[in-house]
């Protein structure tokens, strides 16, 4: 193996951040491993060739990164050229002086990132609008579009491991952007001066707590019932959401609420998970835990900025289980469907998701759609949207006001079917039982292969795209190549279904799978299920060894 050598290249560039870096702790981080570097330390060359390597890019959900100095990381002076870039972006179609809100979550980074981006944006005239302490990722998104803002930014990483933080930005819109607007904002951002030739200025109207009144009120109204009947175990997983999902069950009516109490509190560490996201596994082992001690009916996890929203319910035996987050979509979307006054509906989810609210849909003689993955894409999928999920937990039941997945939302919606659910003697798994009965089994799955080097990940694609596989579980399929639309591969035939994309915000090629069969009656439905599993877990094998 070739020792890492440190280049004039290379440190020239190191030297030229350094010397325009606004924050004096990272400049200090940064000098360390230059001179570290230039002593000969190989793992010093490589880590500041890392850091060095960006800038970070616009991905499906913004910037995110780990925390450290330099380009390819989340900083100050990063967030002080982003936020440059995104003000000309801003002021090139037409928005300059306009109302801009900024909110973050609680994870290292977010006040300093925030501020930063407040000073930057006031500085070159808009008007600014701060959210008044860590608040989730829905309430930046309501508040946008509730004060009329031409862009919102919100400083999170989501359900990123600790050493990360992020940054994402709405637009005019109040959804997400998309390109080419990604693209362009990119280019603004190279063209904008280093981070110490940025104006940055104070000033700043801090909101108070009627935004987020606002919001908690109309989150109130999302339920649809007025059964209340019903007992919550829920966490935010160290993040920004237990007092707001606690206000907004009890506006909603949902008072007998239990926390887990080691996860309430936001700390940037998240030390009861390795990793805190609901889909994980052990993510939710103390709300399950919780939810079996106080006699629980439904369990809810948030993520840490509370966007996504995770259910846990009790089986036949007592025994608690996460729904996927299939599951939970299809559930809330019938719910949705069978109560709204909407007269031509539309319900939307994405190409790697489930298959079933299609036919959902069709019975409730509603609109459907299939987009991208990202809520950029579903909240943009028409007119007269009532509802949209992605597998990965997202739901957005409140569309109306808040363009974006909403944990906070789905989880008052989440409680209110249960509670309406438990009145009639019946329970969640009841109501998923029904919807197979009616619409077919659908069993989702899904591989990831984990990388550190990202090129592999094409090169994996590459290789699938030429060799393309003939059968699957015993299946004879075919491959539809997604390009130029999306990187993604769509493997189907006889039930079966196979998405293959690189993920947008973590270092994976994500492999979606799904086997469908009708079921002839109710009481075929055991042996159906029985069935389909086990064509899952052939498939599963096999699309492992895809990856190998």
């Known amino acids: 193996m070739t020792e890492a050598r440190l280049t004039p290249e290379l440190r020239d560039r190191a030297i030229r951040w350094i010397a325009d ?5 990272a400049r200090q981080e940064l000098q360390a491993l230059l001179a570290a570097a230039m002593n000969g330390a190989p793992d010093a060359v490589t880590d500041l060739a890392d850091r060095m390597a960006g800038p970070l ?43 801009v809100v900024v909110g973050r979550d609680a994870r290292h980074g977010s006040e300093d990132f925030a501020a930063a981006a407040a000073e930057v944006l ?7 609008r701060v959210l008044p302490r860590p608040l989730p990722t829905p309430v930046l998104a309501f508040a946008t579009k509730h004060l009329g803002a031409v862009a919102g930014i919100q400083i999170t990483a989501s359900h990123n491991p600790p050493a990360d933080n992020g940054y994402k930005l709405y637009d005019d819109s109040a959804i997400q952007i998309v390109p080419p607007a990604d693209a362009e904002i990119e280019a603004a951002i190279a ?3 280093g981070a110490f030739s940025v104006m940055r200025t104070p000033g700043a109207t801090v909101l108070g707590e009627d935004v987020l009144d606002e919001y908690l009120y109309r989150v109130s109204q999302v339920p649809r019932s007025s059964a209340r009947g ?3 175990a829920a966490t935010a997983l ?40 609901p889909e994980e596994p052990g993510a939710t082992d103390l709300l399950l835990a919780l939810a079996a001690e106080v006699g629980a009916d439904l369990a809810v996890a ?68 299939e987009t991208l993955t990202g809520f950029k894409w579903l909240t943009r999928a028409g007119e007269g949207l009532v509802f949209a999920y992605e597998e990965a937990l997202g739901l957005c039941v409140n569309p109306d006001f808040v363009r974006d997945k909403d944990g906070v939302a789905a989880a008052a919606l989440a409680c209110d079917l249960a509670a309406k659910l438990k009145a009639e003697g019946r329970s969640l798994l009841d109501e998923l039982d029904r919807l197979a009965v009616a619409h077919g089994v659908h069993v989702t799955d899904q591989v990831s292969l984990r990388v550190t080097d990202l090129s592999v990940r094409g090169r994996v694609m590459a290789r699938l795209r030429e060799s393309r596989p003939a059968d699957l579980a015993g299946v004879a399929v075919s491959t539809e190549d997604l390009l130029p639309e999306t990187d993604a591969l769509r493997i189907s035939g006889g039930g079966v279904r196979v998405v293959i994309r690189p993920s947008g915000t973590e270092p994976k090629l994500k492999c979606y799978l799904q086997v469908v069969r009708e079921v002839p009656d109710a009481g075929s439905l055991g042996a159906v299920r029985a069935e389909a599993t086990a064509t899952m877990a052939a498939l599963r094998r096999d699309v492992e060894a895809l990856l190998a």
């Open 122 to 128: 006031h500085a070159t005239g808009f008007d600014v």
């Open 191 to 193: 063209a904008a001066p």
């Open 230 to 232: 019903l007992r919550v």
């Open 302 to 369: 948030l993520d840490p900025d509370a966007d996504r929203c995770a259910i846990g319910v009790p089986g036949p035996a007592g025994a608690w289980r996460m729904l996927r987050g299939d599951e939970t979509g299809v559930l809330l979307g019938d719910y949705v469907l069978s109560t709204t006054t909407n007269p031509n509906p539309l319900v939307a989810t994405t190409i790697v998701s489930a298959s079933m609210l299609g036919g959902i849909a069709r019975a409730h003689g509603a609109r459907y759609a």
């Open 21 to 25: 870096d606004v924050d004096p702790a």
């Open 238 to 277: 160290h993040g920004v959401g237990a007092e707001v999902l606690r206000d907004a069950l009890a506006r909603a009516g949902f008072h007998d609420v239990h926390l887990v109490a080691e996860q309430s509190d936001p700390d940037p560490d998240f030390p009861t998970v390795s990793f805190p996201n």
């Open 57 to 99: 890019e616009f991905g499906t959900a913004g910037l995110r990164g780990p925390v450290r100095a330099g380009p390819n990381g989340m900083n100050t002076a990063v967030v002080v050229r982003t936020t440059a870039g995104v003000a000309s972006w801003l002021a090139a179609h037409g928005k300059a002086c306009g109302t």
